[in-house]
């Protein structure tokens, strides 16, 4: 009986799925839906998602079902009533619809509790309580008060809230990517990046450790998530390099900082490319294109640092039994290649919307999921295989919609309140009007946020705040973006908040500070790529200057290579001193 009602539940949550697939590609193909439609209807596909097949207990199923029914009777009444609501401009009418709009965003803040915990949606929680009491705090941190029919449904009803552009992202090309990433992850794409991976770095001293760090940014560049990457990649790296005698801590460092690097690399970036397509009015192609060099120094520093390890211990390349065949490689890499190229080509070439390019490969990636490495056929593997992407889809697109939605209650709150300008004009006063200690507070802001909060709701929330400040002080909107984007990246691996090594220290058996030590000395890029893009401007401007952009690239790289391996090579200490300083003067010079 338990293994029906499993089974029966699978379907009907892979139904669910399937229809989240068919609903998010539908709007590209049949044209755009009014946002008061597509946008509550993208929230009531994440619903069961978050408050059944997440529910651990019987307990949690009940009071899941109550939120469920309740999201569910609050969008649906939007998307009934959207017509008539375009009218009322942001103000509710009558204590119905106060009462619809308060159980709508008390459903949000929950929905973001189950799929995160509890940080970001208290921080929503604190701001709604300020956009409704925040005239009674004394000093200017205080505002004259809103009307609460006015201030809801703004929230509610209008596009300046739960309904705002963040979540158009996430319902227009968000989700698009996720479908992708389920696909190619559902067939042999997964196993290709780890033998294109091995083939290339696995005979190489390190060669386990590099083979750690070219499959995650392979793996990192559809996931963007670095603790999927971490429990994906890892899975076949973190046993290898045991195997090989690898210190524990060292294997844990290399999978966790390597999988970080996933949310950094284009095309995703952890849904971060598509939040700054909106942030900053640049074309998706101009924001995977600035972020293409950052990133592969990123990579760059993580690979000089295990050969500077390699250094302190014996770090051996993959037995030659371990490296797959050359049929093998190609064949595997042909089922992420081929959808790749799609996607560029339609990208770069066709010149459409990123969205569209997606679509098309997600076209090719599903023609693909009906064969395996030795291309055969086999129906059973590939109703197995459609289960899983719509399983996975279904699951992604949820946790992905209930951080988005959360943190755009944080942003509506912020606009209607005026309290981003007061923080904006308090970082300026306290940098003195001074653009790098205006950075360092910025840091330290996306820092303490990011250590409670998920990267892009960090990355949104610090840049509402923060991004003014340093667009005044000199930074290019891109600029400012970006480095708010890394910073926000910090928490995965640096302590006492460090999503990333806790799972890889969890993985290996070993003490997860151990890990964040030695995690934090071969993430230095991490710390150091975001000063250097604010030195060295021409590092992100690829696209309108590849020339420039490549040079300096290659003297911050030189500045990372000096500085990774000054702080972790076993030399003498005043020739590490003498790299650590040179590094530092290649990279602001």
Request: glycine share 10%; proline share 5%; hydrophobic share 60%.
């Amino acid at each position: 009986m338990i293994h029906s009602l499993t089974l029966r539940g699978r379907i009907v949550f892979a139904a669910l799925g399937a229809a989240s697939i068919a609903f998010h590609l539908g709007l590209i193909f049949y044209g755009l839906a009014p946002n008061l439609i597509a946008r509550p209807i993208h929230m009531m596909l994440a619903l069961p998602f978050v408050f059944l097949w997440a529910a651990k207990g019987r307990t949690s199923r009940i009071t899941g079902s109550v939120f469920l029914a309740a999201g569910l009777i609050c969008c649906a009444w939007i998307v009934w009533n959207q017509e008539a609501l375009g009218d009322q401009y942001g103000s509710l009418y009558g204590p119905f619809q106060i009462a619809i709009a308060s159980v709508l965003l008390l459903v949000v803040l929950e929905m973001a509790r189950r799929a995160i915990g509890w940080p970001l949606p208290l921080v929503a929680a604190l701001a709604l309580a300020y956009g409704l009491l925040g005239q009674y705090l004394p000093g200017e941190f205080g505002h004259p008060g809103l009307p609460v029919a006015s201030f809801l449904g703004t929230l509610t009803i209008a596009e300046g809230g739960v309904w705002g552009s963040l979540t158009g992202i996430s319902v227009n090309i968000v989700a698009v990517f996720i479908i992708m990433g389920a696909v190619l992850n559902a067939g042999e794409a997964g196993q290709g990046f780890m033998n294109l991976a091995a083939a290339a770095a696995g005979r190489l001293t390190g060669g386990a450790a590099k083979v750690s760090v070219l499959s995650s940014a392979l793996f990192g560049s559809i996931s963007g998530s670095a603790s999927a990457n971490v429990a994906s990649t890892g899975a076949v790296t973190l046993p290898a390099m045991k195997r090989l005698g690898y210190p524990p801590a060292l294997a844990g460092a290399v999978e966790a900082v390597a999988s970080s690097g996933g949310q950094i690399m284009p095309p995703l970036m952890g849904a971060g490319a598509f939040v700054m397509v909106e942030l900053t009015g640049t074309p998706y192609t101009g924001i995977i294109a600035a972020a293409f060099l950052p990133a592969m120094l990123y990579f760059l520093a993580v690979w000089v640092g295990i050969n500077a390890f390699a250094r302190r211990h014996e770090l051996p390349g993959l037995a030659e039994a371990d490296r797959p065949a050359p049929k093998t490689v190609l064949i595997t890499t042909a089922f992420f290649a081929v959808p790749f190229f799609v996607l560029l080509e339609r990208m770069f070439i066709g010149g459409f919307t990123p969205q569209y390019a997606a679509s098309v490969a997600i076209l090719a990636a599903f023609i693909m999921l009906f064969f395996d490495a030795r291309l055969t056929l086999s129906v059973p593997r590939t109703v197995a295989r459609l289960e899983e992407v719509a399983l996975n889809t279904g699951k992604q697109i949820a946790v992905v919609a209930s951080i988005i939605l959360c943190a755009s209650i944080v942003i509506g709150v912020l606009g209607q309140t005026g309290l981003g300008v007061k923080i904006t004009s308090l970082i300026l006063s306290a940098s003195s009007d001074m653009l790098w200690p205006a950075l360092l507070l910025t840091a330290l802001a996306c820092l303490i946020l990011g250590m409670e909060v998920p990267t892009t709701a960090a990355y949104v929330i610090c840049v509402s705040v923060a991004g003014p400040a340093l667009q005044k002080l000199g930074l290019e909107p891109l600029q400012a973006h970006l480095f708010v984007f890394w910073f926000a990246l910090l928490s995965t691996i640096t302590p006492p908040v460090c999503g990333a090594v806790f799972i890889a220290a969890g993985m290996v058996g070993e003490d997860w500070l151990k890990v964040a030590g030695r995690a934090m000395l071969l993430g230095v890029g991490l710390y150091l790529i975001p000063l250097g893009m604010i030195a060295n401007p021409a590092v992100i401007g690829f696209a309108a200057a590849p020339f420039l952009a490549i040079l300096a690239a290659a003297k911050i790289g030189a500045a990372l290579a000096a500085i990774s391996f000054g702080i972790i090579a076993p030399q003498a200490v005043w020739l590490r001193i003498a790299l650590v300083g040179l590094g530092a003067v290649l990279l602001f010079i």
